[in-house]
């Protein structure tokens, strides 16, 4: 069992409960900002109900000093101000940990608690019934407290109403609000924290409103000095200490990553119809859609919200027809509703970008859980055969440059690419390296802006938008451009792009169109492709597979696993598609234990390896109860692979 | 040189039946990008799927045959993104305002400056002639195995109330007042639609140019054939909103006038209303050098393919010692 082997000083696991709409948001960001400010790195992962207001969110942070890209299973620190929350995670935290909870609370039942579904009350009433506990928020405190937690019970009314007088605001129900960031503030000082860090990171996330700010300073200040009057701190086991943060790092929201990369490629046209968790890049687009540029001229995107997703991709389409980078994003729904149009850009040869930020399927799923079951359906999307590039994020980071190459791929190959992303990508928030705007490069293919007068044309006397040469990909003007009409059609087409039945026409059209995708294959570089981390170790052999943002928590517990010397090679799979056969067959050539590691029932990357590559996985480790997967967890599944003591396909189940 | 009519056609065969009056609709697109003398690559046809679908090949300019039901999206899109280039969508009822009514009514609520031309034969010409959403409640066209079980759908009053500032019919016979239509559509600043009354002479043996010709319509006095069309100008009729105080009491004379049918059946301009801001307008409002600089016209790479646009600022947001 992994108990955090990697246990470095300034290392645990923070985090904070309550209803959604309750400030449980702004607390876990002013505490990321605050170990950020203080030089550390972190790793948090919102969860939260299809709902606005009232039913359970959580937000989990994890601190290091080294980089980490994922969460763990337990609990260091856990912060409560309402009795839901000490319901559903107490029981996870560790022995030294620290649960922070409203003493007012203490006799609360569980049947009083409604946001509590059923299921998930049957389970927590067994744990205390068989622990011989209350079943109260005592009780489970209790519980907590035998596994080694420490209690710090705090009454939050009490507090507020003596700080109330201190700065004279007689309306209580103003300070209430504040209560997030008392908890939070309480947190802080039993981890001897520095107050000061603390305040200016409450400053930036309340910047918009400084008097606000000032309001939560007290706030927290004021909490932070009860919390180490009151208790005796001096035992307590995890205290995170700060130093200067160096200036090449930078605290990134996951929802922003993608769309940042939009802007530095030159996308400038978006168009999204919302959906959780993709809405969040069209709206940080229109929020930042006049850019800078090194011309000192001011670009600018237009954004547009349309009236469903087929629309919002049928207009891209129109955008990307005159010569501007154009990109859509969704989730599952949406994109189902793309279908069609996807196939009407692949038969145009028309270069756009589909950002799939994925989540948990199928219909509307569990809407705000993660998943990676889209994967096959982004390959097969749409009916007839045409060619798209599937190109798939391992995280926030590496979305911000894919980004950029998927719009190089989408106008160098002239074709669809769909970017895939996640709801753990969109709702994580990580320390990154700068991101480094010099590494990346434009490639538009074959666009001409101008055409010459006496351009080579067609029988009819036409430009030839589709014309057979010895590339299969032809040049491609933008609408308007003079000397070259032509014509654009969802039929089959001849070279001007007027309709044809004829049967060798349609022959040459299907080998030029779908041929790109041997020349993409050909030309994408390998690190486009796959990256392969650490190197087999000839006596295990055992290689790791798998595609997108379990990328961090698999890099975590091969690390992990190292420390216990065993060493772990682990693939990841970026072009899903045209699918880079070759690359993986190198890579895993002397594999004897392939595990095929994803965010779904049906390993769909592991049945893309069996097709193209005819090998089976030896083993399948899947989850698809809308949790993402953890370190832990990985490791705990590759340890019992390793043992021999495994079954072949491994279900993870853990989340709450 | 002066563009001529010949510039604006194709060698494309054309497959329509004989007698369709798709034809005369053809013609006076064409005659009216000749009358305006648009260059032929600064216009684009986008069209939809159907028989109607097929007129983009037909004319010389740029040409979008979409998708069904779609032609306004990907329509909107191109001028959003280039807002020099002269937008004509056309397309059938059944993709107008069956698989595409939703697409309709929003892109009435944005109000791009560009052209709406439906086709409106009352069947779904290219599948054989089923019912379309403007064909009659209780009609049997040879088509059809029974009456039409569905009310029809008021085009005109449906692009009233979403939001269309220009909004006239033609009659794909006359083809003159067409042609000058079309043209004062292309020249509305804001979304012009035009309900173009159709004959399909294979499926629809009921709206057929006979009738509106009015073959069956004999004056009792004069004993006289009387045409079922009406030109509004011709009554007086006055569509422009010229201020807005003007509003209500227009659009209640344009839903009463979208009422007329059977005997009297207006043609022309209904309603025409230049206060409500384009949609390029509402964009400039936010992106002040959206005129000059709409994203068609903004280079993203510089010389040695390095993007230009720099987003430093917003990164060191993101630093810590922000
Ligand atoms: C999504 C989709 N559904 C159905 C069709 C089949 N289809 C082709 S044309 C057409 C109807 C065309 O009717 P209308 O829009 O009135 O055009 P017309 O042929 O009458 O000009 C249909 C349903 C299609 N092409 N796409
Ligand atoms: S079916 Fe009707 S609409 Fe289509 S071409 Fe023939 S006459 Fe014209
Ligand atoms: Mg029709």
Redesign the pocket.
Known sequence: MLVGAKNFANSLTWMIGGAQGSGVDSAANIFSRACFQGGLHIFGNREYYSNIKGEHSYFAVRVSEDPIRSHLDDINILVSFDAETIFRHADKVTSGGAIIYDSDLSSTTLQEVPTIDEPAAKRIRELLEKSENPITVNGMVNFAKNNGAVLYDIPYFGILKQFSVEINEPALSKLTRMINVMALSASMAILGFDKEILAKAIKVIFKAKPKIADGNVLAANYAYEYVKSRFDLSQSQFKLSCKPQSADIILVQGNQSSAMGKLVAGCRFQTYYPITPASDDSEFLESNQIVEQTDGKKGSMVVVQTEDEIAAITMAIGGALTGVRSGTATSGPGFSLMA?ALGWAGMNEVPLVVSLYQRAGPSTGLPTRHEQADLRFAIHAGHGEFPRIVFASGDIEESFYDSVKAFNFAERYQMPVIHMLDKLIANSVMTCKYFDQSRVAIDRGKLLQILPPSVEVGAAGHYLRFKFEESPVSSRIPLGTENGIFWNSGDEHTEEGHITEDPFIRNKMMDKRLSKLDLALEEISDEDKAVSYGQLDPSLALTVIGWGSTKGAILDALDELALEGKRVHFVQVRLMNPFPTALLERMLFNTKILVDIEMNYSSQLGSLVNQYLHRDSEYRIVKYNGRPMSTSEIYNALMSIINGNAPRRIVLEHGT | MALKLADYKTNVHNDWCPGCG?FGILSAIQMSLADLQIPMHKATIFS??????KTAHFIHSYGIHT???RVLAFAQGAKLCNPELNVLAV??????L??GAGHFVSAGRRNVDMVYIM?N?A?????KGQA?PTLKLGMKTKSLPQPNVNNSVNPIALALVSGFTFIGRGYSYDVKHLKDLIAKAVQHKGLAFLDVLQP?PTYNDINTKEWFQGVDNMNAETGKQMPRTYKLEETGYDGVVHDEEELNGKMGQVIERSNEWGSKIPLGVFYKNEHIPTYQERITSKIHNYAEWPPSRQSIADENNGPITTIQKLLDTLRADN
């Open positions: 069609e | 798709d939809d799927i159907g028989c109607s679908g998708l069904h039901g397309g059938g009822d059944g993709g107008g069956g698989i086709f034969n069947v779904y010409g290219l599948t379309a399909c």
